[in-house]
């Protein structure tokens, strides 16, 4: 099978449907994994607004192929840190969200997202990127630590006799 093609670009208002769709499975798949800690949203769980945010520190990029069909995309934002009492001044790039439809995984395009967000963060001064995933999530461990990424902070949980959820 041809490997298909496909550009990466920044996202446009045009593509808010669909990066509603990508937004979606991302839920589904947090919410199947871990349902004592998600729920389907009641109301649009990411009003437009907060999606495009398009300020000089933030950005979603896309994946697509023919024009407008969105395979994946990735939303990053470059944080500035100040000194601290105890930590050093830092401008850190933080992926919020990456995800490519089940149908163009294994194409490269993770990797792609990933290089390009990096690459316009190392333009806004950013010398690090930072990101969280569930444990749960074992493809994309997998999938960042082949990157090169490394745990720093582990966040861990216990649930307490007598309670649920």
């Known amino acids: 099978m041809k490997k298909p093609s496909f550009a990466i670009r920044r996202a446009t208002d045009a593509d808010f449907p669909q990066l509603c769709e990508l937004f979606a499975e991302v839920d589904a798949f947090h919410r199947n994994s871990r349902p004592d800690l998600f729920r389907k949203a009641r109301r649009p769980a990411r009003p437009q607004p907060y999606m495009l945010i398009e300020g000089p520190d933030t950005a979603i990029f896309v994946a697509h192929r023919g024009g407008r069909h969105l ?51 190392r333009k806004r001064g950013a010398t690090k990127v930072a990101l969280g995933v569930y444990e749960f999530n074992r493809i994309a461990i997998d999938f960042y630590e082949a990157m090169g990424f490394r745990t720093i902070v582990r966040t861990m949980e216990q649930r307490l006799p007598g309670t649920s959820g």
Do not use: N
């Not at 500035?80 to 149908?103: C, F, L, Q, Y």
């Open 71 to 121: 395979a994946g995309f990735i939303l990053a934002e470059v944080q500035r840190a100040p000194d601290g009492m105890v930590h050093k001044r830092a401008t850190i790039a933080s992926i919020d969200t990456i995800s490519v439809r089940s149908a163009y995984r294994r194409f490269g395009l993770g990797q792609r997202l990933l290089s390009r967000a990096c690459r316009w963060a």
